[in-house]
């Protein structure tokens, strides 16, 4: 199978800041590669320097074989980017905003008014086609985005964050659009920071932390790396450790304690609750809560680096929020 | 058939200029249906020329002596070429809210010549300039004013304003492109129009300025662009035989300024545009 969009040890930085750590990713023909981290990983960075809109200091870059820093006008022509914040013009109406994307990719203007319109129907927007985007609720303005960047019959799409900001429902629906265009045989690269998100659409996972790729593989790969689901157990502080001693026995990795909780990897599912429970009776442990999960894009961080998926500092966010300008 | 290849041969069919026309007449467009609904915008171009014209005319009208002439047929050339003048300030603000947003990114991930974003803003500034001229054309003639200079003179003034409203706009994308946010735009984007305006003869004659501030005055591209109006239109001007040349010339005077400004302003602001859309 051959590769549809590859970097090698790309380098970004802003200052003092490295937003790219020498990333390197290989995405398959056709497949869904999910790059997953929490905020301020370099996802955007990583996407916009793949999509041609960024020059990194270092590194290279190619989608179908084409080099993305060195010819990026051809680049271009092969993908498809829907961006973190959609880009879409607010102040005109879905079908306005497809039509002129549309003549900016010079079709001609009937071809481009019939692409609109086709592109409409498919995200269920043909309702909303003729108001103006500022009344559209925030899935809307997703699928928008998402069929502007369709315009030019992209074979690789680039979707960050897509499902970030969206209800449920909203999210299910953006899931089964994405899923539909996979199956079209499109190679879809998508960011998120959720490993649900990963584990329901791509074939392959690349968990980044501070611009770089710290784990890589399959859903299932990761669950393994991570040891599947967890019990959370909150029991008197000063038991804390001895709750852990008690419940390693039973867990797939390494269990944790923080304060009067403590967490316990475990595979297996349902039983391994009443193993917990009868594991911490036995050691005379007085058990005030306990649950069983599924791992989450922070479990992935505290096993794979030992430290929790870091939040944003505030100074950060202010500084991203002004990415448009350079 | 895909759209790709039906793109590359509908394309290959016009050269580079005929796209970069093609797409600043695409984004004009865009940016007229966004005027069209901006009350904001509809406001600075249909009511506000309106109200001028009708506030100076009447409140000013009387008050201000120059000379036999009625001061409404003196006013009325001012006040067209003040309200052109912030024809400047639209772009500023536009320009700068597109760079701002993420529509940019969209535009540059598209084959399209992205240069159209800057003209295509102008083009539409230009549209908008056109509306508003109408509009106070018509207002001035409802009270009394009157083109007596001739047909191809008074062509030929409107033809001079619009090109100034072309050349203004070039300084407001400079701007616009210059200032990291929208409301620092719209304030820097105005306020160099201020003095520059009423440190002019658009509302009163310059000689009765005190002498440092009629030097400015008298070199000031807006008097220029008024005296030239003003004779093009028919109202009389005597000018004193020890009135510098941009009085004695105000037509030559006003062409050079508009070539000048937009030589060096068109450029700057393209400079501007491609430092903030590379990468
Ligand atoms: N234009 C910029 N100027 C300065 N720092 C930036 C800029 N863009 C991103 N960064 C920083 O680079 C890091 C990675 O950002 P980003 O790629 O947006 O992360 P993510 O998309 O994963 O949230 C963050 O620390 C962010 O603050
Ligand atoms: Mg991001």
């Known amino acids: 199978m051959s590769i549809a969009i590859e970097a090698n040890n790309l380098v970004k930085k802003y200052g003092e800041v490295t937003a790219l750590d020498g990333l ?134 680039f979707l960050d964050e897509p499902t970030t900001g969206l209800d449920p429902r909203s999210r299910l629906m953006m899931w089964d659009v994405i899923q539909n265009l996979v199956n079209e045989g499109t190679t879809v690269l998508l960011t998120t920071q959720y490993l649900e998100e990963a584990d329901q659409l791509a074939n392959k996972i690349a968990v980044i932390d501070k611009g770089k790729v710290i784990a890589q593989g399959t859903a299932d790969e990761l669950k393994t790396q991570v040891g599947g689901e967890r019990i959370d157990v909150v029991v008197a502080q000063a038991q804390a450790s001895q709750a852990a001693v008690a419940l390693q026995s039973m867990a797939s990795g390494k269990v944790v304690v923080e304060g009067e909780h403590v967490q316990a990897p475990v595979s297996g599912g349902g039983v391994k609750v009443v193993e917990a429970v009868r594991a911490l009776d036995m050691a005379k442990i007085e058990i005030k809560e306990i649950q069983l999960r599924r791992p989450t894009l922070d479990d992935v961080f505290l096993s794979l680096t030992g430290h929790h998926a870091e939040e944003i500092k505030v100074e950060d966010e202010t500084v991203a929020t002004k990415k448009g300008r350079k | 058939m895909n759209s790709r290849s039906m793109t590359e041969q509908y394309a290959s069919k016009h050269g580079k200029i005929y796209w970069l026309f093609h797409d600043s007449s695409v984004i004009a467009w865009r940016n007229l249906l966004r005027f069209r609904r901006n009350p904001e915008v509809l406001f600075f171009d249909v009511v506000q020329p309106i109200i001028f014209i009708l506030l100076f005319a009447f409140v000013f009208g009387g008050a ?110 400079t701007i616009g492109l210059s200032v990291s946010s929208p409301q620092v735009a719209s304030t820097a984007g105005f306020a160099w129009l201020f003095p520059l305006t009423f440190l002019s003869n658009a509302f009163v004659p310059t000689e009765t300025l005190p002498t440092w501030l009629r030097f400015f005055a008298e070199w000031n591209p807006i008097t220029s662009i008024v005296a030239a109006t003003r004779y093009l239109f028919g109202y009389p001007i005597q000018i004193a035989p020890d009135a510098p040349f941009s009085l004695q010339h105000p037509i030559i005077t006003t062409i050079i300024w508009l070539v000048v400004i937009t030589a060096i302003f068109m450029p700057l602001a393209g400079k501007k545009f491609r430092k903030a859309t590379s990468r």
């Open chain 1, 24 to 157: 390197s990713l290989q995405v398959e023909e056709g497949t869904v590669f999910g790059l997953l981290g929490p905020n301020g990983a370099g996802k955007t960075t990583a996407v916009r320097v793949l999509t041609t809109l960024l020059t990194p200091d270092s590194g290279s870059a190619t989608v179908a074989g084409v080099d993305v820093i060195n010819d990026p006008e051809h680049a271009r022509e092969i993908m498809g980017l829907s961006g973190q914040n959609a880009s879409v013009d607010e102040n005109l109406t879905g079908i306005e905003n497809l039509v002129m994307l549309g003549r900016l990719f010079r079709l001609p203007k009937k071809e481009a008014v019939m692409k609109a319109n086709d592109l409409l129907e498919r995200f269920t927007l043909t309702d909303a086609s003729k108001r103006i985007v500022k009344t559209y609720s925030g899935g809307m303005r997703r699928r928008l985005d998402l069929a502007a960047s369709l315009i030019a019959n992209p074979n690789i799409l």
């Open chain 2, 64 to 173: 201000i002596d120059v000379g036999d002439s009625s001061y409404r047929s003196f006013l009325i050339p001012g006040i067209f070429v003040q309200t052109i003048a912030f024809a400047g300030a639209s772009a500023a603000i536009g320009l700068n809210a597109d760079m701002n947003s993420g529509i940019i990114d969209r535009f540059k991930s598209l084959p399209m010549n992205t240069t159209g974003v800057l003209l295509g803003q102008n083009l539409a500034d230009l549209v908008r300039s056109v509306i508003t001229l109408f509009i106070m054309s018509l207002t001035g003639l409802a009270i009394g004013w009157r083109i007596s200079g001739g047909f191809a003179n008074a062509v030929f003034a409107y033809l001079l304003l619009l090109a100034f409203g072309f050349s203004m706009a070039w300084i407001g994308s």
